[in-house]
Structure formats: structure tokens, C-alpha cells
């Protein structure tokens, strides 16, 4: 992640994480509304999962989304659980968005990804879905695969679920906004919360850089 010293957003999420989903119009509305540049660090959810989805898995991944559903309003397509042998692994979706963050459309192709995937029952980890997507985002699907099988990509994905983990995230999605500096970043949400809430932390946050210059 490159080092911003003007005040600046950070945010740690994944795209096959509902809560995310949850508070993507959220992230929308503070983008829309606030000035400041947002800097995309990918999770990792469930990297490098390989067994796939058993009745258990279904059913637990199920209430999730039933509360996401319950608390956003945010659409489900619930078909999702009728497929057989689905593999939960969150690395291949969030390797997209490190190669597109390149292209400066790394928040473009999260939103992209995460409608695929929950509203429309798309297989977002599979390279057919995923360089449709970048390919519908501007990027031409032979150079996406290629930089998505690249191992610059492996490694950089992997350098973002280290800074999520080091930085201390412990869920998704989690905002937090700093200047770059030796102060400390503020943590705006960890976990879903409506757009009110997270607007009047960051504005306070904010008016207090305002009152320190």
C-alpha cells in the first residue's frame, strides 16, 4: 500500500464477504460525499480454502446473509446454495482486484465482483468470471489473465492479507482514516454500520485535523 500523507481512508475488506456487501453503498455514499482518496487493502477471508461447501458450511454461510439481507436491504440470489462442490475460496476474487488496483479500478472491480457474486450467483473464482469482469471494466482478457496468473500478483495479493492481519483487522469491513503520519489512524467502523454513523466519526475526525492547523 502506498504511504499517503494527506488525510486518506483505508479499507479492509473482501469480496466474498456479505457484511461488505452489506456496506458497499455505504463506502459508495463516502466516496460520493467526502473528498479523500480510499486505499483498497484485500482481506482474505477465506484464502486458499479447498474443501468444498458441506451442508454445514451452507447452512451457517445461509444465516449470514440472512442477516446482511435483514439489516441492508441488500439483494441475495439465494440459488447459490443449490450448487454442488462450490469451493469458498476467497484468493482468486481478491487477486482480480489487486491486478484491476493497478489500473486504478481496484474499488470498480470490488463492487463488480461482489454484485457477480451475490446477485447474481456468478462463480467469481473462476478466471471465465473474473476476466469478464475486468473485461467489462475496460481491461482486455488475455492481459488480465496473464497478470492475474503472474506471480507478482500471488505475491502482492498475499503482501495485502499480511498488512490486513498486521495491522490488527479482525473482521470485515473495516474503515479507517489517517494522514500518513506519526498520529495514529482512527478507526471509523469495524463491522457493518449504517452510513450516519460512520459519517459523523469521520467528519469529527476530520473538524479535529481542522483544529490542530
Given at each position: 500500500m502506498v504511504i499517503d500523507h494527506h488525510p486518506h481512508l483505508v479499507y479492509f475488506a473482501d469480496p466474498m464477504c456479505s457484511w461488505c456487501w452489506g456496506f458497499s453503498p455505504v463506502l459508495a455514499e463516502i466516496e460520493k460525499e467526502f473528498d479523500l482518496p480510499i486505499h483498497l487493502v484485500l482481506g482474505g477471508l477465506r484464502p486458499g480454502t479447498r474443501t468444498p461447501m458441506n451442508e454445514v458450511d451452507k447452512a451457517s454461510i445461509r444465516e449470514h446473509w440472512q442477516h446482511v439481507h435483514?439489516?441492508?436491504?441488500?439483494?441475495?440470489?439465494?440459488?447459490f446454495f443449490d450448487r454442488e462442490s462450490f469451493v469458498y475460496d476467497t484468493e482468486p476474487a481478491c487477486r482480480a482486484i489487486v491486478v484491476m488496483?493497478?489500473?486504478?479500478?481496484?474499488?470498480a472491480t470490488l463492487h463488480k465482483i461482489q454484485n457477480a457474486f451475490y446477485a447474481e450467483n456468478l462463480d467469481v473464482t473462476s478466471a471465465e468470471t473474473?476476466?469478464?469482469?475486468?473485461?467489462?471494466?475496460?481491461?482486455?482478457?488475455?492481459?488480465?489473465?496473464?497478470?492475474?496468473?503472474?506471480?507478482?500478483a500471488i505475491e502482492e495479493t498475499r503482501r495485502d492479507f499480511s498488512l490486513a492481519q498486521g495491522s490488527g483487522v479482525t473482521g470485515f469491513p473495516t474503515l479507517i482514516a489517517g494522514t500518513g503520519t506519526?498520529?495514529?489512524y482512527k478507526l471509523l467502523t469495524r463491522g457493518y454500520q449504517p452510513a450516519d454513523g460512520v459519517f459523523q466519526i469521520l467528519k469529527r475526525w476530520l473538524a479535529g485535523l481542522t483544529t490542530e492547523n
Open positions: 435483514a439489516m441492508t436491504g441488500r439483494p441475495f440470489e439465494w440459488r488496483r493497478r489500473e486504478g479500478k481496484g474499488l473474473l476476466s469478464w469482469i475486468a473485461s467489462e471494466l475496460g481491461m482486455e482478457s488475455e492481459r488480465f489473465l496473464e497478470a492475474w496468473h503472474s506471480p507478482e506519526e498520529q495514529p
